[in-house]
């Protein structure tokens, strides 16, 4: 023992910076394995469409994953198209990409609201709905997405009303637009039209068997109550909320003698 404590004694000048760099040299080592597994550029290419102004954009996107199997950017091959928060609908799959944060809302969850990521998919298989956002992919039931200014997206068939009037019944995977209270915006996925619509001073609510949506006003109902839609901006992600049971509804049944 003596022996080791005289060697470090006589040679720690040499040693100790040895070893800085030795431990500089495997932090530096893990940082860059880290930063290019993360940023590992594989590219598919898919026929992917958009609706812009009720008319349909087809293209061939050219989707940028990393090794973690998230998608990092996605890009038109031969045509400039400006990104916002319009979903990016798959030719051939039941399969939908938006290209902005979007806030995930359970109205039948006390109005919960949550931030999934930029680049999230959402995936329809049969009768279930999968959100894919970051790495974590996972089923959920009875919620709407909305970008925080004025499109709604919707996994399950809705019917739109204008000023109490129904108007229109759109199928699962559509999405309305609500812009300055002036222009709705709609695109219904089963049909695969689009429409733009003038509703100036009138009120738009989106409603179902479940669900109630003011477009305009920008809220869920939830057990009675307005629940004011925010930007998702200032939400917390879904991926770090421990979620209970899938999001599946309790229905409670009261019979009246």
């Keep these: 023992m003596d022996k080791i404590v005289e060697f470090w004694k006589s040679k720690y000048k040499i040693l100790i910076p040895i070893m800085v ?26 026929l992917v469409y958009q609706y812009f102004g009720g008319m349909k954009t087809e293209y061939t996107g050219i989707i940028t994953y990393n090794l973690k199997d998230v998608i990092v950017d996605v890009s038109a091959k031969d045509k400039k198209i400006d990104y916002d928060s319009t979903p990016i609908y798959y030719s051939k799959n039941k399969k939908v990409i938006f290209p902005d944060e979007m806030n995930m809302v359970f109205p039948l969850r006390d109005g919960s609201q949550f931030k999934i990521y930029k680049y999230s998919i959402y995936e329809k298989d049969e009768n279930s709905n999968f959100i894919k956002s970051g790495e974590v992919r996972d089923e959920y039931s009875h919620f709407i997405l909305f ?13 739109l009303y204008i000023d109490g009037k129904e108007y229109k019944k759109l199928s699962g995977m559509s999405y309305v637009k609500v812009v300055g209270g002036y222009t709705l915006e709609y695109y219904d996925y089963d049909s695969d039209t689009g429409d733009v619509i003038d509703i100036e001073g009138k009120e738009i609510t989106a409603k179902n068997d479940l669900i109630n949506v003011g477009l305009s006003e920008r809220y869920v109902m939830s ?18 909320w421990q979620r209970i049971d899938k999001f599946d509804i309790i229905i409670f049944r009261i019979d009246v003698l």
């Design 147 to 159: 970008d925080g200014k004025s499109l709604f997206y919707f996994p399950d068939e809705i019917t």
């Design 21 to 46: 760099v030795f431990v500089l040299l495997i932090t530096v080592y893990f940082l860059y394995r880290e930063y290019k597994y993360d940023n590992y550029r594989n590219r598919h290419e898919e």
């Design 223 to 240: 057990f009675g109550k307005k629940v004011l839609l925010v930007n998702p901006y200032n939400l917390n992600s879904l991926n770090n």
